[in-house]
């Protein structure tokens, strides 16, 4: 793991004027610890989506049209009758494309490029560097100032996306108020879906970029002091931006799994209500 020092004159730990010291880090505790389970997390996340998004069943509770946002917002012919909230502009799809390809790359380009996000697999997979006073293995840097990182700086427009898809999500939650025989209903369903829109939302108005959005730019607060109030509380929320990442991935994998279960009569929803 000691670095080789021939490769790396001229940067980081390395630089001229820094201690002459070879070893990749000093450190005897088990700094290895945090990014490996930051990895493990997020790996569990992208298999359990991935095939999730391929098998293209369970996705629907007609019943109670509980519908999994894995597959929101459905909008194909190859949907399942009743799931299709914004009608079918699009025609049969083949089985290699997921039947949310449509907001699929904009979840993917908002959680890959969410600071926090990137500070965790910077660290953890990139090891750049993997934690403090551990030296990175890499030789040379260049941040975020070109292909592909460079993309990192749309953020705020993915940003802009993420508020739309989760109005979508809300929109799902609501129609899913939905008893057997029609009417108003309530199960345990809908607690898992509303609960899971809700953190979707703490997650989505505790990014950076809706900070900048809500008291950006602004040169005094005091002639603005409706943003200045709404740029507090989402300032609030920013401050567990990072626990809002990590329990929303839980949460989403939680409510797509308790749909699955129903849909697929593994089991029964608790009901409360119709
Ligand atoms: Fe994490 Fe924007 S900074 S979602």
Redesign the pocket.
Known sequence: MSAPASEREATGVFSPGRARILARTLRVDRWWLSPLLTTLGLATFIVYATVRAFVRSAYWVEEYHYLTPFYSPCLSESCVPGSSHFGTPFPELPMWIPLNFLILPLLLG?RVT???YRKAYYRSIWLSPPACAVAEPHGRYTGETRLPLIIQNA?RYF?YAAVIISLINTYDAILAFHGEGGGFGFGLGNVILVVNVTLLWAYTLS???CRHVTGGRLKHFSAHPVRYWIWTQVSKLNTR?MQF?WITLGTLMLTDFYVMLVASNTISDLRFVG
């Open positions: 908002f969410c600071y926090y953020h940003f990014c950076h970029s931006h990442a």
